[in-house]
Each structure stands twice: as structure tokens, then as C-alpha cells.
């Protein structure tokens, strides 16, 4: 008889576990459902220019030498980046040391606008979604840091770059959870629909929902770079087909440049930080 009745709760419990899913599923569904479109993100002319330039700042110069040990004139550039209204206008405009822009991508630019971060798509077009899964899974067991290490450890994007995957994973957990859970208990999930092009709940949910405040942080994700992915898409809409340059994210030359960028940027934050602390003691 108590086994019985053991088994009759323990269903009951099931039963009550997979309505509440369902109506959490229904609810976040319906938001997603009332969500805009994100096609406009890829159809914009807006695009995020690329030209290689020279430091002039006397300091900057001096890091840049540092971190390479020589005074050549390789040493001393650096990336311009660059938001433009249209493909014309950026190929049409000039970095202040005469370089010539190129599209780096479609649509504005932003923290993974950059050749190291981009070749990190490319390399990675087929396993990068399956990766970010796996710490979004960490992410929902153990928190936030835990998916950040998870991401810095398999993919390596630079800090500010992994810092916008690491809140769509936080987004996609406050909004798509339910969904996601659901689908895949109940549902198939497959991104690979090659005929209608359309995306699995969960992964639809994601986009509508996160993809939005992402590419606002990101500026370059896989398709606004031209890269097709592990995820079906609509090439003739959502790839970008304004990079003309092929695989300009491993010319080396663009890469080293990249390099030096990035070590000015932590240079004068560090500066920053270092002028803030005097300030913070006289206020305790």
C-alpha cells in the first residue's frame, strides 16, 4: 500500500512538473511570438569598417615598441574601426595615415569587431554552438563566472568580446529557459532545415529575444561576418555578402595590428584605474 501510494505521488509530481513546464513554455513562447523581427539586423547598409593606421600619441608608440621589442613601422600601427551608413561610404573613406577602409562586416561595429575574434568564427563555424551550450549548462548549475571561465577556456574570444556571448547565455537563461527545457524533453530539435530555413524553438527564442541587445554588444556575430555556420540560415538574406575581402581576419599583418590595439586599450585603463584609487581612499 506504501508503495503504492509512493508511486501515485511521485507521478502526480510529474505530472504537476510537466504542466507548470508547459505553461511556462506557453508563456514564454507568446513573448517570443510578439518579439520584431531580427532581419532588419542583416538587411541594414549600415557596415563596420576596417583600415590599418598609424599611432601618433608619443605613449602609445611606446607601448606599441614595448610589446614588440622593435621601433619599425609595423610596430607602430594600429586598427582603425569603424561604424559607416553604407559599403560605399566605407570604401570610399581613408584612415588619418592614408589606409584604405574595407568591410569588416555588415552592421555596426562593436566588441568582437575584430580579426582575432572573427577568426575564432570562422574556426569554429561548426562547433561553436554546441560549445556555448555546454556553458550555458554550467551557467544554469553553477552561475555566471563558471560559464565565463567555460567560454574563455574553449573558445578564447578576447575579454570584451567574451564578456557579450557570456550575457546572451545569462539572457537566454532569463528568457528562453522554459523553452528550451521543453523542446528538448519533448521536442526535435534541429537547426538544420536546409528548404524553409526556419530555426527550432529554443534557438528561435534566442534569437528574438537576445539576439537584438547581442549584436548591439557583439557587432560582429558569424552571419554578419559572411560566415555560414553549424545553424541553417537564409544565406541570401542573413549572410552578409559585403566582405569582400577574403579572410582579411587572418592576414597577419591586420592580426599583429590588432594586437597592439588591444595592449594601448589595457595601457590606459590601467591608467585610469591607477588615477581613481587616490580618489576612492580620500573618500573613505
Known sequence: QKARSCLQYSLLGVMLFVILLW????????????????????????????????????????????????????????????????????????????????????????????????????????TLFDTSKKCAAKALMWGRKTAGTCLEENVGFTSNCNECWLENIMCDLRQCLLVCTWHGIFGHVDNSNSDQHELNRCTLCDEKKCGPAFLKCAGANRRRSGIVSDIERDVNQEVCHSVERDNWWKEDELQRAFEKTLMIEESEQAEQESTKKPNEWHSI
Open 23 to 126: 505553461l511556462g513554455m506557453e508563456f514564454q513562447e507568446r513573448t517570443v511570438s510578439q518579439a520584431d523581427d531580427t532581419l532588419p539586423f542583416y538587411t541594414t547598409p549600415r557596415v563596420c569598417g576596417i583600415a590599418l593606421d598609424k599611432l601618433s600619441d608619443e605613449k602609445d608608440i611606446m607601448v606599441a615598441e614595448d610589446s614588440t621589442g622593435s621601433a619599425d613601422e609595423a610596430s607602430s600601427s594600429f586598427l582603425a574601426i569603424q561604424t559607416f551608413d553604407s559599403k560605399e561610404t566605407a570604401l570610399d573613406s581613408k584612415s588619418s595615415s592614408g589606409d584604405e577602409f574595407f568591410v569588416g562586416h555588415c552592421g555596426d561595429c562593436g566588441a568582437c569587431s575584430n580579426p582575432h575574434d572573427i577568426s575564432i568564427y570562422d574556426d569554429t563555424q561548426n
